[in-house]
């Protein structure tokens, strides 16, 4: 039986029930749905809107049934048409009429509302700290590493010199402000709408501001029809939650890169690698790549919530439930992304010998060499065509600029000496990028001190 077949003078459908039906994915918040009804029903005793002995046994039985749910001792009924039905059926049964109180001057619209915010809530914390998690193992990485020096590239081609610290420390970044988005959404998780009832409040004289007090919220929503057709936050922190996949992705794609003979710059953990069914020498980046797969199902998520929301009338209607799947999938996903990312990284093997080949051989110290030119007077235009020109000329002879004889530099210019030589060492190059957020050592080593000290005092 349904919690409103009053009106009704049919049994429901089996067809309708099994496609009306959402607790084969909501009852993950049975915790919530407990944790609303008990603030709920306090402040109907304390408002006088039930016999405060009525609430009192009403908030210990529901504290039994989540012993016991929590224990196993009492399983969920899955024939159930949702949690919330689940829970009130399970209470009636065990209180009788005293139990039937429980949703005197509530809606399941503002109580769904209720419980998908907990829950949201609750599970940005989780993400919150592995997201830090992953940010301190970057540090740690880049720690020792602020000296050892790789190409930067764009377009995927060698461009100038930074360090394998710089790099990784972009990534913390990214991750920063992954975490300022995420705070930044619970804050507006943080309302309550438990309340607002179907869509038009209550004449029950109740106090809302108690239940958010109860509950942790900063406040009450405001508009009773907004509190109960508002889904603004599922679509918020899975567009926050995409947008980790996405940086995800992104670092995945290097680590592939990085793994690969045609880089080497890095080595995989066996704990962390699969191998081949056919080739013996195979050592796979799978959790790199499956991280990297599964960047598009978190973005096919969020695509869903905003397509099922986008022409939706005020106030409730039932599309409304598809919200759930999509970002309890999402939560699932990327928890279990960064569960996995993290470990692996933390056990990689850097080979900044093989970076520094590469550093070498790209003329990625041609804007220094360049640089050179220009702090001798030569305009910068002129500095870089000629520069140009000795790329070509080691291009040809299989030379690189330091190892190119100082005759051929006259050759093309005058104002070159032997001190390009100097000029033009990658270390150096890399040491005289001072610039504010340049990679040079002490810049990177700031970086570092910063961002830990930003996660570790809950700046971000």
Partial sequence: MNLWTGRFKKELSTITNDFNS??????????????????????????????????????????NILSDLNSGKLLIDTTKEDIHSFIEF??????GDTGKRLHTARSRNDQVALDIKLYLRNQVDEIIALVKKLVSTICNIAKDHTSSVMPGYTHLQRAQPITFAHHLMAYAEMFLRDLS???????????????????????????RTLTSELLGFFCATN??????????????LSSDLSIIAVHLSRFCEEIIMWCSW??????????????????????????????????????????TLFTMMKALPLAYNKDMQEDKEAVFDTIDTVKMCLISFEPMLATIKVLPDNMRKAAANGFINATDCADYLVKK??????????????????????????????????????DFDDDVYDAISLEKCVNDRKSFGGPAPENVKSQIERVLLAISEGEV
């Fill in 22 to 63: 959402s607790i084969h994915f909501d009852q993950r918040m049975y915790r919530e749905d407990i944790t609303g009804s008990i603030a709920h029903v306090t402040m109907l005793g304390k408002c006088g809107i039930i016999k405060e002995s009525e609430a009192q046994k009403i908030c210990l039985e529901l504290e």
């Fill in 90 to 95: 399970e209470l009636t049964n065990r209180l």
């Fill in 181 to 207: 988005r995420l705070s930044d959404a619970k804050k507006r998780l943080n309302e309550n709408p438990l309340g607002a009832g179907a869509l038009a409040g209550t004449t029950y004289n109740i106090d």
């Fill in 223 to 236: 508009n009773s029809l907004d509190s109960v057709s508002d889904r603004d936050y599922c679509l918020e």
């Fill in 262 to 303: 045609e880089f080497k710059f890095i080595e995989l953990d066996d704990a962390f690698s699969t191998g081949s069914s056919i080739m013996p020498q195979k050592k796979n980046p799978d959790i790199a790549e499956l991280v990297r797969g599964k960047s598009a199902r978190v973005i096919g998520n969020t695509m």
């Fill in 377 to 414: 007077g030569l305009p910068f235009r002129d500095a870089y065509k000629a520069v140009g020109a000795l790329v070509a000329l080691c291009s040809d002879s299989g030379l690189t600029l330091e190892t190119l004889p100082i005759d051929k530099y006259k050759s093309v210019c005058a």
